[in-house]
């Protein structure tokens, strides 16, 4: 049998037109497309447009060459660059455009906001295509590490000391440069070198300090000041927490957010908010897991007459439903404002904590936990037995009714099925272990790209393939 030997130096011709260098069918010409579906006026694309100066590259074809690059797994702008010179579908995508590496940096440094906005437009073309219902939305988050190391995340009092330790040194540099001009020998090159880094060091670490202050911060690190520290399977890192909403249809994500809080208390209502937003309609219903069990957050959520289905702690613990003396087998009197216990005694409403954001309620005399049978057991208290009420109980105990229902255990068990599956391809397909920029403003622009391409990913699958998917698109530029 003939084996087949590469030909190195075999004459061939490339296609006379860079349009020819790929296939109808090459993925590369849906990212192509879906640019330039995008509302360039929404996006403001061409607002730093430079009207003196070298010309600059044209904005969309930067914003592709990004875009394409995320779903590769390419984000450095060196292997952006090299692409640019050795990758036919990446020359086809800019028409052979050559920009460095310093270019698409800066083009993803000085457009955070219009990055910040793909996947927003995204979302609306796949509105348009009927990709997404918008009727029941998923809510979920993850921990993505930032471009900085836990290391560099210090107390007031940390960056206190190191800042002296920094001023120390400035004048000992000091010292020694008039050392060597008394003796006249030496040289000061070096000395001076140093002397303008620890003077950079100074400034830096004073305007940490007062960022600090202002911001009422106990901790700040260094190298991004606005990434948090949080704890993950992988151990303690700092970075970011990522937040995205799926809708149910295909589960496609509709909105993305980059916030610097290390859990998800606090994120529900703004991150459905969101989204609401982006469909131009209210969802019928929102689900997220135990990690966004904050009632009065819920709340708000609710109050748009949006259905909630989110587990309390407890059912995602899977507990007991039920305990000898629980909270539940306590009768709630809502006209008299007291509770009843299994043995008839009552539990006098006793105050309201405003730093818990709860009611009290106590047995009336301690004599009456004293002489029943079950003290000891119901509780060893010597004030007799306690019960806490939420301000929001009533809602608390709806929320958990209704995601023990059969409708609410099955929207719960499809939000498993959608809500992880971007994260992993995200994480896993495009390789991301971190981000590779610095600021809030920053990781949402790039976070948006990423989520921007899973949907393009998705989209292709559910338009059965590149060729049907194109023509949807151009029909909504016409």
């Known amino acids: 049998m003939a084996i087949k030997t590469p030909e190195?130096?075999?004459?061939?011709?490339?296609p006379s037109s860079i349009d020819d260098y790929v296939s109808a069918e090459d993925p590369v010409r849906v990212y192509d497309a879906m640019i330039d579906a995008m509302d360039s006026t929404e996006l403001r694309l061409f607002e730093k447009w430079n009207?003196?100066?070298?010309?600059?590259?044209?904005?969309?074809?930067?914003?592709?060459?990004?875009?394409?690059?995320?779903?590769?797994?390419?984000?450095?702008?060196?292997?952006l660059e090299r692409a640019l010179h050795h990758n036919l579908s990446f020359i086809w995508l800019v028409g052979g455009l050559k920009p460095d590496h310093k270019t698409i940096a800066n083009f993803r440094k000085n457009n955070k906001d219009v990055l910040k906005k793909v996947l927003k437009q995204c979302a609306h073309i796949c509105l348009e295509l009927d990709l997404i219902a918008g009727n029941c939305l998923f809510v979920d988050g993850t921990k993505i590490r930032g471009a900085a190391s836990i290391?560099?995340?210090k107390s007031k009092a940390k960056w206190q000391k190191k800042l002296a330790e920094v001023d120390k040194r400035i004048e000992d540099l000091l010292a020694e440069c008039e050392g060597i001009d008394a003796r006249e020998t030496g040289s000061l090159v070096s000395i001076d070198k140093e002397?303008?880094?620890?003077k950079k060091l100074q400034s830096k670490i004073s305007s940490l300090l007062d960022r600090m202050e202002t911001e009422d911060r106990s901790k700040m690190n260094g190298t991004d000041p606005e990434c948090i520290n949080f704890r993950g399977r992988q151990g303690s890192h700092a970075g970011y927490n990522a937040q995205i909403v799926v809708d149910e249809k295909n589960g496609l994500i509709v909105s993305a957010e980059v916030v610097a809080e290390s859990n998800d208390t606090s994120q529900f209502s703004n991150q459905i908010s969101q989204a609401v937003e982006v469909l131009g309609k209210p969802c019928a219903i929102a689900s997220g897991d135990a990690g966004y069990a904050n009632i009065d957050n819920i709340k708000e959520t609710v109050d748009k007459e949006i259905d909630v289905i989110v587990p309390s702690q407890k059912q995602s613990l899977h507990r007991p439903k039920e305990e000898p003396f629980g909270k539940g087998k306590f009768q709630y009197d809502a006209d008299k404002n007291q509770y009843i216990c299994p043995e008839g005694k009552i539990l006098r409403y006793s105050h309201y904590s405003k730093t818990k954001g709860h009611y009290l309620y106590r047995m009336r005399t301690p004599s009456d936990c004293h002489q029943c049978t079950n003290f000891g057991i119901c509780t060893k208290a010597q004030r007799g037995r306690a019960?806490?009420?939420?301000?929001?109980?009533?809602?608390?105990?709806?929320?958990?009714?209704?995601?023990?229902s059969e409708q609410g255990q099955s929207i719960y068990k499809k939000r498993k099925e959608k809500v992880e599956l971007p994260f992993g391809h995200i994480k896993r397909n495009l390789g991301v272990g971190g981000f590779l920029v610095k600021g809030l403003a920053a990781v949402n622009g790039e976070f948006s790209i990423m989520g921007s391409c899973f949907n393009i990913a998705r989209m292709i699958t559910l338009k059965g393939g590149v060729k049907p998917l194109i023509n949807q698109l151009a029909a909504l530029q016409t």
């Not at 002397?195 to 620890?198: E, P, T, Y």
């Open 8 to 14: 190195r130096y075999q004459f061939t011709v490339l």
């Open 195 to 198: 002397l303008q880094d620890q």
């Open 387 to 404: 019960i806490i009420r939420l301000r929001n109980e009533a809602l608390k105990e709806d929320l958990e009714a209704r995601y023990e």
């Open 51 to 79: 009207k003196a100066g070298n010309s600059p590259y044209d904005p969309k074809s930067m914003l592709k060459l990004l875009v394409y690059g995320y779903s590769y797994g390419w984000r450095s702008s060196r292997k």
């Open 151 to 153: 290391n560099q995340t």
